[in-house]
């Protein structure tokens, strides 16, 4: 079993930067790719990252790309997003999720394990 725990949620004004970090406990999450997702008040879960096992392969969603940066330290079971250039509509709940495989998935559905969501809000 594998528990994963996000911070680094918080409040910033446009423009701005913040480092999320998901911390997996239970279990090396090693072997694992981690997705982040986010979902607004009233919209849909989005897709917002993904980062394979060694951290050499990363996709991102169309909306984030060449903003968001994901990373992952293997040896502290932790994988980052580090979130650039923060616009309003960037403001939801950020999950992040883990599922064993050697390859990226960027399908929810595909995740078999999730945190609980960190809040992001981005200030006008």
């Known amino acids: 079993q594998v528990q994963l725990v996000e911070s680094g949620g918080g409040l910033v004004q446009a423009g701005g930067s913040l480092r999320l970090s998901c911390t997996a406990s239970?279990?090396?999450?090693?072997?694992?790719?981690v997705g982040w997702f986010r979902q607004a008040p009233g919209k849909e879960q989005e897709f917002v990252a993904a980062i394979n096992w060694s951290g050499g392969i990363t996709m991102y969603g169309d909306s984030v790309k060449g903003r968001f940066t994901a990373s992952r330290d293997n040896a502290k079971n932790t994988v980052y997003l580090q979130m650039s250039s923060l616009k309003p509509e960037d403001t939801a709940v950020y999950y992040c999720a883990a599922v064993w495989t050697m390859g990226l998935r960027t399908s929810a559905k595909e995740y078999s394990y999730w945190g609980q969501g960190t809040q992001v809000t981005v200030s006008s």
């Open positions: 239970g279990r090396s999450i090693s072997t694992y790719a």
